[in-house]
């Protein structure tokens, strides 16, 4: 890892921390079974991990729509063009290995988190964020086990997925300050209730070749 991919991932870690200073961020730690899940499945993973870019890309301009956030349209519409910066990287890894391009398939921890967020404008800019944030959070944690786990069969890959903890970790962050500034309160309450559902959604396992 170079260093500035340190100093990202440092902040990402020093981010997690004082996400909460009375709250560990995750009630539960990636399960053991999801690393051997995805080295069995790595292209389907890898073509999962690309439609991920192109979803986050829609999603952070979806975010624009509340009125909530319209004085930080210029930061989402960047957020959405690193996430499709992102995805031109995934594509043409695919195409370099010889993957085409199928259809994606659902992923029910993240249609559980989708699922959270509440009807209501506040409530739902302050959820939808959250469950945003989230996303990104296990995104960092995952690349990060990626990264180490193919540095010595896959070096282009494991780099890859170590530059983009750094974009990530930034997207993680950006997302709980803008819930933060709606409402300080109302969103550390909601984030309390999104990681109780988290750890539950992440325990249960599945076999299908996505990354979450
Ligand atoms: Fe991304
Ligand atoms: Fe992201």
Redesign the pocket.
């Known amino acids: 890892m170079r260093a500035w991919q340190f100093v990202g991932f440092g902040f990402y870690l020093v981010w997690n921390v004082f996400y909460d200073a009375q709250v560990q961020l995750w009630r539960v730690p990636v399960p053991n079974g999801w690393l051997p899940k995805v080295l069995s499945n790595l292209e389907g993973v890898l073509l999962d991990h690309c439609h991920l ?1 192109r979803k ?1 890309a829609t999603s ?1 301009l979806n975010l624009i729509k509340y009125p909530e956030l319209a004085a930080r349209a210029r930061e989402l519409n960047g ?1 959405a063009q ?2 499709l910066e ?1 995805f031109n990287l995934l594509y043409d890894l695919l195409k370099s290995r010889g993957v085409s391009f199928g259809s994606p398939k659902a992923s029910p921890w993240i249609g559980g988190l989708m699922k959270f967020i509440r009807k209501g404008r506040r409530e739902q800019v302050i959820d939808h964020l959250i469950a945003a944030s989230l ?2 959070g296990r ?1 960092c944690d995952k690349f990060q086990i990626l990264a180490e786990a193919l540095k010595e069969t896959e070096p282009s890959i494991a780099t890859m997925y170590a530059e983009l903890v750094e ?2 970790g ?3 962050s950006a997302y709980w300050r803008m819930a933060c500034e709606i409402n300080d309160e109302e969103a550390h309450q909601r984030l309390d209730r999104f990681l109780d559902l988290e750890a539950k959604l992440i325990i249960q396992s599945n076999d299908l070749p996505i990354l979450h």
């Open positions: 870019e986050a952070a957020i690193e996430e992102h996303i990104e995104s974009s990530e930034g997207h993680f």
